[in-house]
């Protein structure tokens, strides 16, 4: 019985308790230097660098690189849209990632996110993605999510699964899946 009783001990306590309760604080951490803001005009540069990284292209439903001409237009209208929001997060006034959320109907929108390159792999996703769903609840802007995620995407799978986003099905989106 004592044996048993040892056994059921390693199955909840598997020696792991430390690193995870330091990535919570690493987390935390981080969270608390970002700021988040509605992205303007003036941002439409770094938004077009961040559209175009190589890795930003390849989990794009269109992997196409976008010209500066087409992504003006674009983003001219998309600050404007009151049907879009664009949050940009930054820390220490640098460019960090953004979230982008376009209305599908009065209560649910379509969720993207995207972290600067420099910064992939640090957490940064789940907390932009995060605290953007706070704000659009905070905000009324929307309260249900959306996303389509490309298969082979598995980082971004995996930020939309930390947040509890349920997974639907496969689907073909613009013809890609």
């Known amino acids: 019985q004592q044996v ?8 909840a306590f598997d020696g792991m308790s430390s690193k995870r309760i330091l990535r919570i604080f690493q987390s935390l951490e981080l969270e608390l230097k970002l700021s988040y803001r509605e992205a303007n005009k003036s941002d439409i540069m ?15 439903l269109n992997s196409e690189p976008i010209p500066l001409k087409k992504h003006k237009e674009w983003f001219k209208r998309m600050v404007v849209n009151p049907n879009s929001k664009l949050l940009l997060f930054e820390e220490s006034g640098r460019g960090i990632g953004q979230v982008r959320l376009d209305k599908l109907d009065h209560e649910t929108s379509l969720i993207s ?4 390159s420099n910064f ?6 789940t907390i932009i993605l995060k605290k953007g769903i706070e704000e659009s609840i905070r905000t009324k802007f929307c309260s249900k999510f959306n996303a389509y995620v490309k298969l082979d995407n598995i980082a971004s799978q995996k930020v939309f699964e930390r947040l509890n986003f349920d997974y639907i099905n496969d689907a073909l989106v613009q013809g890609i899946a």
Do not use: I, P
């Open 113 to 116: 996110f995207s972290v600067d």
């Open 120 to 125: 992939h792999g640090l957490g940064y996703g």
């Open 46 to 60: 770094l938004y077009f660098d961040w559209a175009n990284d190589n890795k930003t292209r390849k989990n794009a």
């Open 4 to 11: 048993e009783s040892y056994n059921n001990q390693r199955v």
